[in-house]
């Protein structure tokens, strides 16, 4: 019978423990949610990425739903991407990816800011002076000619794409670019953008008025 009462009661201890380990870990403030550790926000507060989290300090960090967080973290316009993990015993890392604006919209008397994805990340009053105008019909992430165009200012080397005042798009096939010193660029579609680029970088060594790289094997300045 001894034997038969030690199994239980080392029976018992056992459940016991993992009871109460699964209370300290499921139910207990214990280890809950003590920080939320924001990272890789530049334009976007700390703070203003907390609230968008939504979670309640001492909830157990077991419990958090990162999905939902991710989720909640994810509609601020702003944010590209973000990833959320626990990191023990009480912290919840919220590592997030900011949109960043490379044209900017006009939508009225205000400015659209938006990245290369076509989304809209914030409205200006005033537009920042280092992006280009984008003028196209139908501005947003599913137009083609919207896509067409931010493909193009994101292939080129960032001191050239500084230069640009203004990137016009009629159709995906059509894109054009107009330079802050008043030089135009026949881009054509979105086909060999490496290659266009690297091309362009050359030409404009060249005194011309417009150049065309809209088929990179038989360009002409003009």
């Known amino acids: 019978m001894n034997g038969v009462w030690r199994s239980a009661f080392l ?4 459940v016991g423990v ?3 380990a699964a209370w300290l870990v499921f ?13 890789g926000n530049a334009g976007l507060s700390a703070e203003q990425i907390r609230r968008a989290a939504a979670v309640a300090a001492d909830m157990p960090l077991a419990t958090v739903d990162v999905a939902e967080v991710e989720g909640r973290v994810g509609r601020i316009p702003q944010v590209e991407s ?3 993990s626990r990191a ?3 912290t919840l890392r919220v590592e997030v990816v900011e949109r ?4 900017v919209v006009p939508v009225g008397e205000r400015s659209a ?12 009053d005033v537009a920042p002076p280092a992006l280009p105008v984008l003028r196209v019909s139908r501005p947003g992430p599913a137009d083609p000619a919207t896509t067409a165009a931010l493909g193009v200012i994101t292939a080129l080397p960032a001191n050239l794409a500084r230069k640009v005042a203004e990137v016009l798009a009629p159709s995906a096939e059509t894109v054009s670019l107009r330079l ?4 135009a660029i026949v881009w054509g579609g979105g086909d060999r953008p490496a290659d266009k680029a690297r091309i362009l970088v050359t030409l404009l060594k060249r005194p011309a008025d417009t150049y065309d790289v809209s088929s990179p094997d038989v360009v002409t300045v003009r």
């Open 27 to 39: 139910f207990s403030p214990v280890l809950g949610v003590r920080d939320i550790q924001v990272v």
């Open 113 to 124: 800011l938006m990245d290369r994805h076509g989304m809209v990340t914030e409205l200006r």
């Open 100 to 103: 960043e604006p490379v044209a």
């Open 88 to 90: 023990w015993p009480g």
């Open 82 to 84: 973000v990833t959320v």
């Open 180 to 183: 802050k010193d008043g030089r």
């Open 11 to 14: 029976a018992l201890l056992t």
């Open 18 to 20: 993992v009871g109460i």
